[in-house]
């Protein structure tokens, strides 16, 4: 498990691969920062993807570990997006506290005719689908899972109509993920995938905000709706999250502490312990052994290539060859 760097490690030095939890008590905002380097630069080396498939899946990383790392219980975290577009599937894992892993599936052909147009952006890659976020705490507690729609939209479109249906707090979400040059003598140099996000809600002490009301569905068309003003405070913490800008959630020479006074220093902003965030399958060979030996003896023969079984995790692309005679009986 991941150790909790000191504060100010993310702070004032150019940390990456850490989640850092924030609070704007001017303003009754509560956030977090998240920011990946390594971690999410070796997930994606797994696979091969193409470039606009690898900034989906680390906004999509950088999503999962802003939610996730909000839950009081140990447990998985998973965000899910199922959809009509060039990419159909896409699953993050968080196993909580600081544990995180990621694929996708996606059709090869449709992700390059939309590069070539310079199109490839998250709303037309995803399409019209679903997203799903799983909170899993193990058992004998029982999953709870939340359902947004995926309309060709992004995800922070889709993190903020969940927020907007399910948990009716007022909530502000940026994600960015881009390549950029590492010039770490101790890590090899040239281009490698970063991502970063941030997370505003408010969360004032006399409970949540109630946020305004969604158009009914049998208003008659171009009727006036009567709007709900959002809290001042609200406006302003969320305004102010609407200007940071891609490059600062992912530049490593602009520090957490840097990016976190810039925007809320007049109004105080507090920050509390860091948790370190790892790349880290769960795959193993007596888990993959397990399983095989579920399924029945004449399906397994099926399996059988030059005598073994070869299983591949698709989450780090891991290969494992299996005797069939381990599994008999």
């Given at each position: 498990?991941?150790?909790?760097p000191?504060?100010a490690a993310v702070l004032?030095?150019a940390?990456?691969d850490?989640v850092?939890p924030?609070?704007?008590?001017g303003?009754d905002?509560?956030?977090?920062?998240?920011?990946?380097?390594?971690?999410?630069?070796?997930i994606?080396?797994?696979?091969g993807?193409?470039?606009?498939?690898c900034?989906?899946?680390?906004e999509?990383a950088a999503?999962?570990?802003l939610l996730?790392?909000?839950?009081?219980?140990m447990?998985?975290?998973i965000?899910?997006?199922?959809?009509?577009?060039?990419?159909?599937?896409m699953?993050?894992d968080?196993e909580?506290?600081?544990?995180?892993?990621?694929?996708?599936?996606f059709?090869?052909r449709?992700?390059?005719?939309?590069?070539r147009a310079?199109?490839a952006?998250?709303g037309?890659l995803?399409?019209?689908g679903s997203?799903a976020?799983?909170?899993?705490?193990?058992?004998?507690?029982?999953?709870?899972?939340?359902i947004v729609?995926l309309?060709g939209g992004s995800?922070?479109?889709?993190?903020h109509l969940y927020f907007?249906?399910?948990?009716?707090?007022p909530?502000s979400?940026?994600?960015?993920a881009?390549?950029?040059?590492r010039?770490?003598?101790d890590?090899?140099?040239?281009?490698?995938?970063r991502c970063?996000?941030?997370?505003?809600q408010?969360?004032?002490?006399?409970?949540p905000?109630?946020m305004?009301?969604?158009?009914?569905g049998?208003?008659p068309?171009?009727a006036?709706?009567?709007?709900q003003?959002?809290?001042?405070?609200?406006s302003e913490?969320?305004?102010?999250?609407?200007?940071?800008?891609?490059?600062?959630?992912?530049?490593?020479?602009?520090?957490?502490?840097q990016l976190l006074y810039?925007?809320?220093?007049e109004?105080?902003?507090r920050?509390?312990?860091?948790?370190a965030?790892v790349?880290r399958?769960?795959?193993?060979?007596?888990?993959?052994?397990?399983?095989l030996?579920?399924f029945?003896?004449?399906d397994?023969?099926h399996?059988?290539?030059?005598?073994m079984?070869?299983v591949?995790?698709e989450?780090?692309?891991?290969?494992y060859r299996?005797?069939p005679a381990s599994?008999?009986g």
């Amino acid at each position: 498990m991941a150790s909790r760097p000191p504060a100010a490690a993310v702070l004032d030095a150019a940390a990456d691969d850490f989640v850092l939890p924030f609070a704007v008590d001017g303003l009754d905002v509560r956030g977090r920062l998240v920011r990946l380097g390594p971690a999410i630069d070796t997930i994606l080396a797994r696979h091969g993807y193409p470039d606009s498939v690898c900034a989906l899946i680390a906004e999509a990383a950088a999503l999962t570990i802003l939610l996730g790392s909000t839950l009081k219980t140990m447990g998985r975290f998973i965000l899910q997006t199922q959809s009509d577009g060039p990419v159909r599937l896409m699953v993050v894992d968080l196993e909580l506290p600081d544990r995180v892993r990621a694929c996708a599936s996606f059709d090869a052909r449709r992700v390059e005719a939309l590069e070539r147009a310079g199109e490839a952006q998250a709303g037309n890659l995803l399409g019209a689908g679903s997203l799903a976020m799983t909170i899993d705490p193990g058992p004998p507690a029982s999953r709870y899972q939340g359902i947004v729609p995926l309309t060709g939209g992004s995800l922070e479109d889709a993190a903020h109509l969940y927020f907007r249906q399910s948990e009716q707090i007022p909530t502000s979400v940026r994600l960015a993920a881009a390549r950029a040059f590492r010039s770490s003598p101790d890590r090899d140099r040239g281009l490698h995938w970063r991502c970063g996000g941030i997370i505003v809600q408010h969360l004032p002490a006399s409970g949540p905000a109630r946020m305004a009301d969604l158009p009914p569905g049998d208003a008659p068309e171009g009727a006036a709706l009567d709007p709900q003003l959002e809290p001042d405070e609200w406006s302003e913490a969320r305004l102010i999250a609407e200007t940071v800008e891609d490059h600062e959630l992912i530049d490593p020479s602009i520090t957490a502490g840097q990016l976190l006074y810039r925007l809320y220093h007049e109004r105080g902003v507090r920050v509390f312990d860091p948790q370190a965030i790892v790349e880290r399958c769960r795959c193993s060979r007596e888990g993959i052994t397990a399983m095989l030996s579920t399924f029945p003896d004449a399906d397994r023969e099926h399996m059988v290539r030059d005598g073994m079984i070869e299983v591949t995790c698709e989450f780090c692309s891991t290969r494992y060859r299996i005797d069939p005679a381990s599994l008999a009986g």
